[in-house]
């Protein structure tokens, strides 16, 4: 089992620099130059101070679209630019899907109230048997399966009056943002496999067992707020010969 920490965009002034250093990025011809301007002109171009665009820049660099030579200055990494589909920022699934070249679709399969078992109430801080939403959605990318996503949400969140189906096949942070005025900064991630055939609805859906022995990528998220409290708790489970994820990873020195 992996698990690793990704953080979710926020409009704050470093995530703004970081969307303007990005389209500043696009407006570039890379195949001739990949030099970003020096850090007093590119505070002017951008219109934001020092301070914000170290922020930024290091961020970027953290997620390897940036890298820096000492005394030579900070360049663009093209074989970034070429990855689709990253696991960081954590993306919306239609997001990804798009991103991986297709035209999304979404089925909003189940929505209900159900007791916390022990995992989700012991990733959710909650009692045992505490009522939560469970959210469940399967995902298509060209009218092909790619993924079936599951999602508990405590009902100090969510409240059951007042909420339909067209509420519940919006994205889970748009809901939650809508209903409740959370912002979900960062998640935690366990990452893991699992075969298709474990799942109910893709052994429903599947009728010529082309998911019997198939694994599929299964990412457990806990979403925390900018209190550090966990909101929410996923299961996405991936068919990668749909979506595929690609990562570029910093060493340090």
Known sequence: MTQFVSRVNQKNLKSQAIDEILRYIDTMDLSVDHKLPKEDDFCKILGVS???LRSALEKLETEGLIFRKRGKGTF?????????????????????????????KTILV??????ANEEVAQKLELSTKEPVFLIEKAYYADNEFCAYIKDYVPLAYLKPDGLGKEDFTMPIFELLQKEADILVPWDKVDILTCLGKDIPYIKELIQNNLYENKSLLLLKSVYYDSKDRPIFYGWEHIDTDVIQFSMIRTHES
């Open 50 to 52: 020092r301070v914000t």
């Open 76 to 104: 663009v990494n093209v074989h970034s630019i070429h990855l689709p589909t990253k696991f960081t920022p954590v993306q919306e699934m239609k997001s990804l899907i798009r991103k991986s070249g297709y035209t999304p």
């Open 110 to 115: 189940d929505y209900h109230i159900e007791e």
